[in-house]
């Protein structure tokens, strides 16, 4: 093989195990949100999933919520 494709390879290969390491990693992090969001006992919690959002919706409702 010639050295240009061992390179061009070798590069997409860390490329692909770095991608594939963030997606893992923010996988987990999802989950680990969602499971404290779970802790809360809320069934929709914007002010947990969106700490840093100073507009709140009319919506928001804390406690069960049943579909309507």
């Known amino acids: 093989m010639k050295t240009t494709t061992k ?4 590069f997409t290969t ?3 195990a770095i991608g594939l390491a963030v997606y893992i ?3 987990q992090k999802n989950k680990m949100k969602l499971a404290r969001i779970a802790d809360e006992g809320y069934e929709i919690a914007q002010d947990i999933l969106y700490p840093n959002k100073l507009k ?3 919506k928001l409702r804390y406690g069960p919520v ?3």
């Open 66 to 68: 049943l579909p309507e």
């Open 14 to 16: 860390i490329t692909a």
């Open 56 to 58: 709140e919706s009319r």
């Open 25 to 27: 990693t923010r996988q």
């Open 7 to 10: 390179t061009l390879l070798w």
